[in-house]
């Protein structure tokens, strides 16, 4: 085992991951780092998914008896156990994902925020109470626990996603089954770990409350066509959603779908181009590109356009590419060599097309693949602009009339998140009212939203929502119920109906 291997390896004793499921498995774990095999995982066959759901729909009838604010401390422990895993979780998502360390660290921070949210949910799972037309009653709405709940997540953000789903499932009184990435297998493995100290110390956790199934996409699939489970939330690519959405239509399933996204920026003549400048560097070139927040397609007005971009020029230039384990660099690698394939075709497309290519080189050769953003200068909006390509391109275009921009800024299929740099107040608020994303920003970037608010994109991005404000209200499920305290039997609408 190579030197990285070895770390890994010593990170997955630290956390208490069955060696079992991590030494002698049938499919390679693979660090983008330096694209050395760092693992054999153990996959889960047809019967350890059918295993897993029976336990998962036995788990749920017990969990769903436990109070809110008792299921919520299971969570207040996780938080905890996450707290004191910070340090080797976060290292592990840098070589298992290639974030640099920041950024790992970030990725755990967010899955410590999201269990605070869920404790203080835990005694909110408020529903209404609701004037009644008729005499003498009471009508009232009540969330109910919903059922087993599917989790399938990108490699992109290996542990976080899960952590949003499952801490909100679990305090409305889910039980969780959990397809991770083929590509993060390790960190998912961890997080199982860590949940299971967690579960220990609360002692009263039904078996099979969490569960984990490491495979590929036929896993996925299985998790989808099975009616034991009753919502599935499904984070990645507009491709998969497409594969996933009408199967769960078909037997009435509940979905929230996270994925794809083409977010555009828009900077304007009065914006601070200081921060703006920051907000698009780290919106363009931020984990390599590979966020679904990433910013994608930059509109800058005329008036400012060519000292603005040579600035962003500049800072393409000097920022550091590299390993993220060997210095201080801002862009660690693509996840794998199909990712950087796709890169090179977006990028010649957009050549065919007119753009100017500014960067976009690779660093290094061999197993890893690690490339120098890419700015691309484009006269309009057309071909590779229109669609996402998971890698650090920003394409760049000029306007001159703020709604033009805003409609051309709509006109692409995905719908996530959106931002414009801009002092105007009225041409703030014009962005807000028009942008068609799920998250429409003023004076900051693209990516890096919090937890509390609910995150989530339009069209294409698939429409669900995750993590903060009312977002666990798809997590239950809803009943109206009304109460006759009268000797009376008033029908609702005056209908009389005497016998
Ligand atoms: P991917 O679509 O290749 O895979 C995502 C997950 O879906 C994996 O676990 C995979 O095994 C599973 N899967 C694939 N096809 C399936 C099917 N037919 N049925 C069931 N499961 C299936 O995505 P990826 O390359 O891992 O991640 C990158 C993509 O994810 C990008 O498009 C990015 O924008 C998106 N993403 C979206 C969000 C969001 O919140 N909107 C967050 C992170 C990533």
Redesign the pocket.
């Known amino acids: 085992m190579t030197a990285i291997g070895e770390e890994a390896g010593r990170l997955l004793d630290m956390l208490d991951v069955d060696r079992a499921h991590w030494r002698e498995g049938s499919m390679p774990a693979v660090t983008p780092l330096t694209g050395e095999k760092i693992a054999m995982v153990r996959v889960c066959g047809a019967d350890d998914i059918e295993a897993a759901l029976d336990a998962s729909s036995a788990a749920f009838r017990a969990w769903r008896e436990v109070p809110a604010p008792r299921r919520g401390e299971l969570v207040r422990l996780f938080g905890e156990e996450l707290r004191a895993a910070k340090e080797c979780l976060s290292r592990l998502v840098t070589i298992e994902a290639g974030k640099i360390a920041s950024e790992g660290r970030g990725e755990v921070q967010e899955m410590i925020d999201i269990c605070d949210f869920a404790v203080g949910l835990s005694r909110q799972l408020y529903g209404l109470t609701i004037a009644t037309e008729r005499p003498g009653h009471r009508m009232m709405e009540v969330w109910h626990p919903l059922g087993v709940v599917g989790v399938?997540?990108?490699?992109?953000?290996p542990v976080a996603?899960w952590a949003w789903n499952a801490a909100l499932a679990l305090v409305c009184g889910n039980s969780v089954v959990w397809?991770?990435?083929?590509?993060t297998p390790l960190t998912a493995l961890a997080v199982q770990a860590i949940f299971a100290r967690a579960a220990a110390r609360f002692g009263e956790a039904p078996e099979g409350l969490c569960g984990l199934l490491v495979g590929?996409?036929e896993?996925?699939?299985a998790?989808?066509g099975d009616a034991r489970v009753a919502l599935v939330s499904?984070?990645?690519?507009?491709?998969?959603g497409r594969?996933?959405a009408p199967r769960l239509a078909q037997r009435f399933a509940r979905a929230i779908l996270?994925?794809?996204?083409n977010n555009g920026v828009i900077v304007a003549p009065s914006a601070d181009l200081d921060l703006a400048l920051r907000g698009v560097a780290f919106g363009a070139m931020g984990t390599a590109g590979?966020?679904?927040?990433t910013t994608r397609r930059l509109f800058v007005h005329d008036s400012i356009y060519e000292g603005f971009v040579a600035r962003l020029k500049a800072a393409y230039d000097s920022v550091a590419v590299g390993n993220p384990l060997e210095g201080d660099v801002l862009v660690g690698p693509l996840?794998d060599r199909a990712a950087f394939e796709a890169m090179g075709a977006a990028l010649a497309a957009a050549r065919a097309e007119g753009g100017i290519v500014h960067g976009g080189d690779r660093v290094g050769e061999g197993a890893s693949y690690y490339v120098r953003p890419a700015l691309v200068e484009m006269p309009r909006q057309v071909g590779p602009v229109c669609e996402?390509t998971?890698g650090p391109i920003l394409y760049v275009m000029r306007y001159d009339d703020l709604d033009a921009a805003i409609r051309l800024h709509n006109g692409v299929a995905a719908g996530?998140s959106s931002a414009i740099f801009t002092t105007d107040m009225r041409e703030a608020e014009r962005f807000l009212a028009a942008s068609d994303c799920g998250i429409a920003n003023v004076n900051l970037g693209t990516s890096g939203a919090e937890i509390g608010g609910a995150?989530?994109?339009e069209k294409e991005?698939?429409g669900g929502r995750?993590s903060g404000s009312d977002s666990w209200k798809v997590y239950m499920r809803r009943a109206t119920n009304t109460v006759n305290y009268s000797d009376a039997l008033p029908l609702a609408q005056g209908v009389s109906f005497d016998i």
């Open positions: 399938i997540s990108a490699f992109n953000f996603v397809k991770p990435s083929e590509k590929g996409r896993t996925g699939e998790l989808v499904a984070t990645g690519s507009t491709r998969m594969a996933v996270e994925l794809g996204g590979q966020r679904c927040t996840i996402e998971f996530l995150f989530g994109g991005t698939g995750e």
